[in-house]
């Protein structure tokens, strides 16, 4: 099973300053028709998980564009360029290449 | 507007069964390639749990649970169906319905598993 690990698992920020959290794969997340299959998640408390980022870097609707997403292979990161009070929550990275697909452990953001 | 409804959820005692359901809206249900139940137990990560290719009807089922759960799908009610049996302490989670490779979920449902 691919395993993906991100860090930190915690990130207290600055209201306005930028964050950014790393997700490492266990092995490639290319898939043979070329798209890399990882997928970026937000979760706040008591709701259901929203999907931010996939294909590492495309925004899903409605996203604000303070989300960016970026990496090759089996290195990824998610950028928060100015941090919002609305963007507390678990963040998970999450791969699809092959099964089971698999999430990382989450990454707790939270107001300083 | 994409929405997906879970029910089913329940309290049983180990050993028990459930049928969870998800009654999908919004969007061609039986052209959607990936249709998937996604668990989280309390204050815990996300784990899917099982896949149904849509198109070939190709079912994937996560290790700590094969043989212990069955997807399926009907296509002329728009629902998608995850049998749990033999329930365990620890299936005790909140399940999602979630569309393709997470684009859309569910509220959840939950199943708590005790005695």
């Known amino acids: 099973d691919v395993v993906m690990t991100q860090s930190p698992l915690s990130l207290p920020v600055t209201l306005g300053q930028p964050a950014s959290i790393s997700c490492r794969s266990s092995q490639s997340l290319v898939y043979s028709d070329g798209v890399t299959y990882l997928n970026w998640f937000h979760q706040r408390p008591g709701q259901s998980p929203r999907r931010l980022i996939y294909n590492v870097f495309n925004r899903d609707s409605g996203v604000p564009d303070r989300f960016s997403g970026s990496g090759s292979g089996t290195d990824f990161t998610l950028k928060i360029s100015r941090v919002e009070a609305e963007d507390v929550g678990i963040y998970y990275c999450m791969h699809s290449i092959n099964w089971p697909w698999t999430f990382g452990q989450g990454t707790k953001v939270e107001i300083k | 507007e994409v929405q997906l409804v879970e029910s089913g959820g329940d309290l049983v005692q180990p050993g028990g069964s459930l049928r969870l359901s998800c009654a999908a809206s919004?969007?061609?249900?039986?052209?959607?390639?990936?249709m998937s139940w996604v668990r989280q137990a309390p204050g815990r990560g996300l784990e899917w749990v099982a896949l149904i290719n849509q198109h070939t009807g190709a079912e994937y089922y996560v290790d700590s649970l094969k043989g212990r759960i069955s997807i399926s799908r009907d296509n002329a009610k728009n629902s998608l169906y995850l049998q749990v049996n033999s329930l365990r302490v620890e299936d005790t989670a909140v399940y999602y319905c979630?569309?393709?490779?997470?684009?859309?979920w569910g509220q959840g449902t939950l199943v708590t598993v005790s005695s």
């Open positions: 919004g969007f061609s249900f039986s052209s959607s390639s990936w």
């Open positions: 979630v569309k393709d490779r997470g684009m859309d």
